[in-house]
């Protein structure tokens, strides 16, 4: 199985911030990558395909970046809505997901 | 407009079995390959099992380990979860969910939570 692991699992960040997450993978995967936004109690919404391509109707202050073992999904100025808990999933062989980053209001 | 509604879960003893639903709407049902997750509380999303959009071809997650069978009835776009011989680490929240080509979860339902306690 692939093993996915995020970092950090917290992050503490104010409006305005860019903020940085970081999933690593066990064995190469590619590009076959993606992140979700999960806030509580709702089901997750896939924000990032293919490692870098935005889903439809996602805004432009997410992006992700990476291939092979190493990706990150960056938020370029962090806004009210986006505090939620981000997953990272690797489609490469079946599917596993990352254990989650939730970013909280510093 | 995709609309994915699970049932069939609730409070069930360790041992015992479950069969998951979800009525499936807005989407060519038999063309879709479907997923189940899941997510204990508090905790992360865990993948448990995958189907083709034909029924053909079924995938579990190796924690599953023979106790859950997957499987859809495209005439009814319904598709099932069975899951025998639960312990209660199978306690979560389980959705139902589309498969985008290149296995992204595109759509999910509500879900519906299993406990497993006695």
């Known amino acids: 199985d692939i093993q996915m692991t995020q970092s950090p699992s917290t992050l503490s960040a104010s409006v305005g911030d860019r903020v940085t997450i970081t999933c690593r993978a066990s064995q190469s995967i590619s590009s076959w990558l993606a992140w979700y936004q999960q806030k509580p109690g709702k089901a997750p919404n896939l924000l990032i395909y293919?490692?870098?391509s935005l889903e439809s109707g996602v805004p432009s202050r997410f992006s992700g970046s990476g291939s092979g073992t190493e990706f990150t999904l960056t938020i370029s100025s962090l806004q009210p809505d986006d505090f939620a808990t981000y997953y990272c999933q690797q489609c490469n062989t079946y599917l596993s997901f990352g254990g989650g980053t939730k970013v909280e209001i510093k | 407009e995709v609309h994915l509604l699970e049932s069939g879960g609730g409070l069930v003893q360790p041992g015992g079995s479950l069969r998951l639903s979800c009525a499936a709407s807005?989407?060519?049902?038999?063309?879709?390959?479907m997923t189940w997750v899941r997510q204990a509380p508090g905790k992360g999303l865990e993948w448990v099992s995958g189907i083709s959009g034909s029924g053909g071809s079924t995938y579990y997650a190796g924690f599953v380990k023979g106790r859950c069978t997957i499987s859809r009835d495209n005439s009814r776009n319904t598709l099932y979860l069975q899951m025998n011989t639960l312990r209660a680490e199978d306690t979560a929240v389980y959705y139902c969910?589309?498969?985008?080509?290149?296995?992204?979860?595109?759509?999910w339902g509500q879900g519906t939570l299993v406990t497993v306690s006695s």
């Open positions: 807005g989407f060519s049902f038999s063309s879709q390959d």
């Open positions: 969910a589309t498969l985008t080509s290149g296995w992204y979860v595109g759509y």
């Open positions: 293919k490692a870098s």
